[in-house]
């Protein structure tokens, strides 16, 4: 009864078109009604408590270094470079498309941010060359949900916060996935384009590579310098995200000298936006998640799923696949902050790691954003590209068969994660 309540007061003002944040304030204080216990105080104390924490003073600094990211020139230069070193091959743009989302996501983390400087940098050359319209606004779609995979990532921030597992652990362990992720839509991506009839840009020569790499240095050296920092401690997740907006303002505004002066406000406008959306969710988030606590949702969830308790594997099956459904209808930031103090007391009593749950949580929440109806992402490339959604559904199913592979192999092998994993956090 406690859930039906629960999942009645989120869903039913969501289906009337209210804003996420609200539905959940709305769901929290249907729970306390139900319990007896409501108290106009506990709510404002909870969305207080739950914007008041260290490691998400790390999410307005990468969102301020994406931003700074588009408009300082620095995924223009990632592109560029991918573009002279695998442009001229068969399918080269949607390799450089790969490349540039692998990279970018150790800028940005935000899928919706890659989807947008992607679109609208390669879209309009791979339409030129004669590529399917749906095929490649699908392939611009499913490399960007790489964005919150590979550090640093918004989507680990806030599951490190609300589950209490270690974020610079969750940051190391998502390396390799990601890579695992971009590796299968190459292979998907080569067995579509293998027969298609399409021109291809001239092989660069040498002395263009070199200079294009010489260009986009600056920008390759941040993803470095943060894993690096990370691996050795040399800054927290939360301090790694000042570096990073004060690394990419630097490049931007002293060494490519795109970002004059007069734009700064507008970027950090459209920061603060985002970052404000994002923070609100969070704070809304809280009192849904002690009232969850409280009314002991995680212990009902427990006993309905105790058959697979015993077995981590087939248990982690069934998640995924309520995590998969459930993205179909939320994004990713509400999912993570609804589910997570949910699922975290039954993964931890069945002995699954939390840091290994939490990179599959967030594969799988990535991947719910190339979902209809509400795959934010999407909707981002539909209104770049201006295809129908129908369309471009079709296009993406290719690239999304393939991603659900990697999370069922990941599922299925816990080691892909775990070890390299260690590599990175020796």
């Given at each position: 009864m406690t859930?039906?309540i629960?999942?009645g007061?989120l869903l039913g003002?969501?289906a ?5 944040a609200f539905a959940l304030?709305i769901?929290?204080v249907?729970?306390?009604?139900y319990?007896g ?5 506990i709510?404002a ?9 260290f490691?998400?003073m790390a999410v307005?600094f990468?969102?301020l270094a994406g931003e700074?990211m588009?408009?300082g020139?620095?995924?223009r230069?990632?592109v ?6 695998v442009?001229?091959?068969r399918?080269?743009?949607g390799f450089?498309?790969?490349?540039a989302a692998?990279v970018m996501?150790?800028l940005?983390?935000s ?11 390669l879209?309009p050359m791979?339409?030129?060359s ?5 095929r490649?606004g699908?392939l611009?779609?499913?490399?960007s949900i790489?964005g919150?995979i590979?550090p640093?990532?918004i ?5 490190g916060?609300?589950g209490g597992?270690?974020i610079?652990?969750?940051?190391l ?5 990601g890579l695992m ?5 190459c292979?998907t ?14 092989r660069q ?7 294009a ?5 600056w ?6 310098i943060i ?5 050795f401690?040399?800054?927290?997740p939360?301090e ?6 004060v ?8 060494i ?7 734009k700064?406000f507008?970027?950090f406008?459209?920061?603060?936006k985002?970052t404000a959306?994002?923070?609100?969710l969070?704070?809304?988030a809280?009192?849904?998640a ?8 995680p212990?009902?969830?427990a ?7 015993g077995?981590p ?5 069934a998640?995924m ?7 179909t209808?939320?994004?990713m930031?509400?999912t993570?902050l609804?589910?997570t103090?949910v699922?975290m007391p039954i ?10 749950f939490?990179v599959?949580?967030?594969?799988n929440?990535s991947?719910g954003l190339i979902t209809?109806?509400v ?5 981002v490339i ?11 559904m079709?296009g993406?199913?290719p ?6 592979v990697?999370?069922i ?14 590599w990175f956090?020796?």
């Amino acid at each position: 009864m406690t859930v039906s309540i629960f999942l009645g007061a989120l869903l039913g003002p969501m289906a009337l078109g209210v804003p996420i944040a609200f539905a959940l304030i709305i769901s929290g204080v249907a729970l306390m009604l139900y319990l007896g216990i409501y108290d106009a105080q506990i709510v404002a104390q909870n969305v207080l408590n739950g914007a008041d924490s260290f490691p998400l003073m790390a999410v307005p600094f990468f969102m301020l270094a994406g931003e700074v990211m588009n408009a300082g020139g620095l995924s223009r230069r990632i592109v560029n470079l991918a573009m002279v070193m695998v442009g001229h091959i068969r399918g080269g743009l949607g390799f450089v498309a790969i490349f540039a989302a692998c990279v970018m996501a150790s800028l940005s983390g935000s899928a919706v941010a890659d989807a947008a400087a992607l679109g609208a940098l390669l879209l309009p050359m791979m339409l030129k060359s004669g590529h399917d319209p749906a095929r490649a606004g699908g392939l611009l779609a499913s490399a960007s949900i790489i964005g919150p995979i590979i550090p640093p990532s918004i989507g680990f921030i806030l599951f490190g916060v609300v589950g209490g597992v270690s974020i610079t652990k969750l940051f190391l362990a998502g390396i390799f996935p990601g890579l695992m992720i971009g590796l299968a839509l190459c292979i998907t991506w080569l067995m579509l384009v293998r027969k298609d009839n399409v021109s291809l840009p001239p092989r660069q020569s040498g002395a263009v590579r070199l200079k294009a790499f010489g260009e986009s240095i600056w920008a390759l050296l941040l993803p470095v310098i943060i894993i690096v920092g990370l691996k050795f401690g040399v800054f927290t997740p939360t301090e790694a995200g000042v570096v990073a907006a004060v690394y990419s303002l630097f490049v931007a505004m002293v060494i490519y000298r795109e970002l004059p002066p007069a734009k700064l406000f507008h970027v950090f406008v459209a920061a603060a936006k985002i970052t404000a959306v994002v923070m609100f969710l969070v704070a809304a988030a809280a009192v849904s998640a002690w009232l969850i606590t409280v009314a002991d949702v995680p212990g009902e969830l427990a006993r309905v799923l105790e058959p697979l308790m015993g077995n981590p594997t087939l248990l982690m099956f069934a998640i995924m696949v309520l995590v998969v459904v459930i993205g179909t209808a939320m994004d990713m930031t509400p999912t993570i902050l609804v589910m997570t103090p949910v699922l975290m007391p039954i993964v931890k009593q069945a002995g699954i790691d939390p840091v290994y749950f939490g990179v599959l949580f967030i594969i799988n929440n990535s991947i719910g954003l190339i979902t209809p109806p509400v795959g934010t992402v999407l909707n981002v490339i539909c209104g770049v590209s201006k295809l129908s959604m129908e369309d471009l559904m079709k296009g993406v199913m290719p690239f999304l068969i393939a991603e659900l592979v990697v999370l069922i192999l990941l599922v299925l092998f816990p080691s892909l994660v775990m070890v390299p994993a260690g590599w990175f956090g020796r």
